[in-house]
């Protein structure tokens, strides 16, 4: 089955370190979202892609890089770890087109801690 | 995931009984909208969705109501089980060229009492 996957699921790392998360979606979606979801803010959009080497920053991009070198990958790249960016992080897909819908698919998440 | 749901308003129904989750959304000019539902330690999953030129649309026990006059949008969960315990998202999208991006609302705690 079509599937989004993220790794690794729990993360913790010290402040000032470079961490990458993966994001991987089976479904051959050419949109791909990153997020992060905190205490009183819901989720909030990091960067996104319209497809390959298209790359988009989001509301809360500082601190944060992506690269899209094929369709079913978008790591998130944390380029100097801070404690304001401990928060779990979703990735998301979907297959809009001008005809179809916007609904996008999560991966089950990463939490990650920067201590 | 377990944290998501503090701080949230929350509505508490007995299992069995119906639950009406409101949201209020932002844009006029949005046409597509969603609601999500996230369990505790998961990603937010896809419930149901309409389109503006609708007012209603039914699910399996869920019902999704729009009222674009107002700029309201209703999820009601017919029977209510405590499999439905969890964070529900409602999300718009659609106005100016958004190419799929999504504005979210910041839930609603749902907790069905057994």
């Not at chain 1, 993360?11 to 997020?35: D, P, S």
């Not at chain 2, 700029?71 to 089980?81: D, E, F, G, R, V």
């Amino acid at each position: 089955d079509a599937e989004i996957t993220q790794s690794p699921r729990h993360k913790i790392t010290e402040t000032g370190r470079q961490v990458t998360l993966a994001c991987h979606q089976t479904w051959n979606h050419n949109n791909m979202f990153w997020y992060r979801q905190d205490l009183g803010h819901g989720l909030r959009l990091i960067h996104y892609s319209y497809g390959v080497q298209d790359t988009n920053k989001g509301e809360v991009s500082d601190g944060y890089s992506v690269s899209r070198s094929n369709t079913e990958d978008l790591p998130l790249t944390l380029e100097s770890a801070a404690s304001s960016q401990t928060s779990v992080y979703f990735c998301a897909s979907s297959d809009w087109t001008s005809s179809s819908t916007d609904t996008q698919y999560f991966g089950p998440g990463t939490r990650l801690t920067v201590l | 995931g377990e944290s998501v749901g503090l701080h949230l308003p929350t509505l508490s129904v007995q299992e069995g009984d119906n639950s009406i989750i409101n949201c209020a959304y932002s844009n006029s000019a949005s046409d597509y909208f969603i609601w999500y539902k996230q369990e505790s330690g998961k990603g937010p999953q896809f419930i149901i969705d309409i389109r503006s030129n609708m007012d209603k649309r039914q699910g399996q026990r869920v019902t999704v109501l729009l009222n674009k006059t107002v700029k309201h949008l209703s999820l009601q969960i017919a029977a209510t089980q405590p499999g439905d315990s969890a964070v529900y998202f409602c999300a718009e999208s659609g106005y100016g060229g958004s190419q799929g991006n999504l504005i979210f609302g910041k839930g609603t705690k749902l907790s069905v009492k057994p």
